[in-house]
């Protein structure tokens, strides 16, 4: 989430040069566009773009710390609850998984690991949502879980679509994450670094484990530690 395709944006040179409007929101906010798209000029001095995509960072609203534990409860218990949902469902990997990420990651979180593939279901959006939009949240700037393609809860991994290697790789360094932090540091790092950074990607939770998944991608054959990786990013406190 944070980015989007934009299906109708307008700019007034006159005032802003350079900044682009995106009327379909409410209240309207600026964005850089990029082409592909149609300009069209009324005879007002606005012009109006038609498609384009723009990347966005929506603002969030400013909670208070009590607020702040409440979403990072809310995150937790929802985790541990679809953990329970599907792990009797989830499976262990297969052997040519476990081969490929053998290298990377310790044996025995790769034996405790379980994935489920769905097919015509997805993952529900947390319940508390309702509660963050009436706090104030832009529902877009609310992470979409039916449109990920996988989430892992704790040590188990539920996916939207069949595994590729980079995406069980990338569901895989999260499993090391919750179990280097345990759930509630990882559930209050991952709200934190939401809150703070405006959006999905800017969590540094996704930003490490993208990361390591772009690395592996790069060099499937060249073998590194991700539990080493991520004890670094504790240790230095990126997370
Ligand atoms: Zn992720």
């Known amino acids: 989430m944070g980015s989007g395709l934009v299906v109708f944006v307008a700019v007034d040179r006159q005032r802003r040069q350079n900044s682009w409007f995106v009327l379909h929101r409410s209240p309207p906010f600026v964005a850089p566009v990029t082409p592909p798209c149609a300009i069209v000029a009324p005879n007002d001095g606005s012009q109006f773009v038609i498609g384009g995509t723009a990347e966005y960072a929506m603002p969030l609203p400013k909670l208070d710390d009590v607020q702040i534990a409440w979403v990072i409860k809310e995150v937790a218990g929802y985790i541990?609850?679809?953990?329970?949902?599907?792990?009797?469902?989830?499976?262990?990997?297969?052997r040519n998984q476990r081969t490929v990420m053998q290298p990377f990651f310790p044996?025995?979180?790769?034996?405790?690991?379980?994935?489920?593939?769905?097919?015509?279901?997805r993952v529900m959006n947390p319940p508390f949502y309702g509660d963050l939009i009436k706090?104030?949240?832009?529902?877009?700037?609310?992470?979409?879980?039916?449109?990920?393609?996988?989430?892992?809860?704790?040590?188990?991994?539920?996916s939207h679509a069949s595994f590729t290697e980079r995406l069980l790789f990338h569901e895989l360094v999260h499993v090391v994450?919750?179990?280097?932090?345990?759930?509630?540091?990882?559930?209050?790092?991952?709200?934190?670094?939401?809150?703070?950074g405006g959006s999905y990607e800017s969590i540094p939770l996704e930003r490490n484990?993208?990361?390591?998944?772009?690395?592996?991608?790069?060099?499937?054959?060249?073998?590194?530690?991700v539990e080493a990786e991520v004890e670094d990013w504790i240790r230095a406190g990126k997370f």
């Not at 949240?137 to 609310?142: E, G, K, N, R, Y």
């Open 209 to 225: 484990a993208y990361e390591l998944d772009a690395r592996f991608a790069a060099a499937p054959a060249k073998p590194f530690s």
């Open 135 to 158: 706090m104030g949240f832009d529902p877009i700037t609310l992470p979409d879980f039916k449109r990920m393609n996988a989430i892992t809860f704790l040590d188990t991994v539920v």
């Open 80 to 94: 541990d609850r679809q953990r329970q949902t599907y792990r009797e469902r989830a499976i262990p990997l297969e």
């Open 177 to 196: 994450q919750y179990e280097k932090l345990g759930l509630p540091k990882f559930t209050a790092k991952y709200v934190r670094g939401f809150l703070s």
């Open 107 to 121: 044996a025995s979180w790769l034996d405790s690991t379980r994935v489920v593939v769905l097919s015509g279901q």
